[in-house]
């Protein structure tokens, strides 16, 4: 079965370092999807993605947050300056059509450490 | 706003049958969606309802009701690796995205 993937696997960084998160959606996919997951804690919601632009985002995905669609086959969420409580791990996730019964197909993610 | 309730955790024995609730609020109802976590995994898809009833997919079943808010995943046969976390989704009113509930965390004991 086609996969999402995502790097790096683990990501450490810095208090107010500024990380990029990359995933290479399914092939086919037109909806891409940043979710993060603190240890223990539900998966939450940062931002959909649809036609090039961001579709919606939640409150956690303010200014410090930003998504991109470079090349036609990555995705990427940029965390401009890190901060302890974005320690996490970020799921990219992606959707084949609109239709709302469509499954998310999740990458396996990457745990970003902010000392 | 949309939220969705479950149970924090669930422990049954190997070869039983257990039940994994989910409630939710929402504004407008798209259905609900069953997803499988393990340890250190992502989320995998197992289910989706849009309409009342039972949906059967193996050993795996989802059940919802409309006019309670409610639905319900069933496990039978139980098997150490079903151990993982459970959450119930569902789409936002827009269906841009997704929400998840907190997850059910399921111990399978031998």
């Known amino acids: 079965e086609p996969e999402v993937t995502q790097t790096p696997s683990h990501q450490v960084t810095q208090m107010g370092q500024e990380v990029i998160l990359r995933c290479v959606p399914i092939?086919?996919?037109?909806?891409f999807y940043w979710y993060r997951q603190i240890l223990g804690q539900k998966v939450e919601f940062l931002v959909s993605?649809?036609?090039?632009?961001?579709?919606?985002k939640s409150e956690i995905f303010d200014d410090q947050f930003s998504v991109e669609r470079p090349d036609g086959s990555n995705f990427t969420l940029k965390i401009r300056s890190t901060k302890l409580e974005d320690s996490a791990m970020y799921f990219c996730?992606?959707?084949?059509?609109?239709?709302?019964?469509?499954?998310?197909?999740f990458g396996s993610g990457t745990q970003l450490s902010v000392l | 706003g949309q939220s969705l309730e479950q149970p924090s955790e669930v422990t049954a024995v190997e070869g039983a049958i257990v039940q994994i609730n989910c409630t939710y609020q929402?504004?407008?109802?798209?259905?609900l969606s069953w997803y499988q976590q393990h340890d250190g995994g992502a989320p995998t898809f197992l289910s989706y309802?849009?309409?009342?009833g039972l949906e059967e997919t193996g050993r795996f079943s989802s059940f919802l009701s409309r006019s309670d808010s409610y639905g319900y995943l069933l496990l039978q046969e139980l098997q150490m690796k079903d151990s993982a976390s459970y959450f119930c989704?569902?789409?936002?009113?827009?269906?841009?995205?997704?929400?998840f509930g907190a997850g059910t965390r399921l111990f399978v004991k031998a």
């Open positions: 996730a992606s959707r084949k059509q609109g239709s709302l019964w469509e499954k998310l197909f």
């Open positions: 993605f649809y036609n090039n632009e961001i579709s919606e």
């Open positions: 929402t504004s407008g109802f798209y259905g």
């Open positions: 989704a569902a789409p936002s009113t827009g269906g841009f995205k997704t929400i």
């Open positions: 309802n849009a309409l009342d």
């Open positions: 092939s086919n996919h037109l909806y």
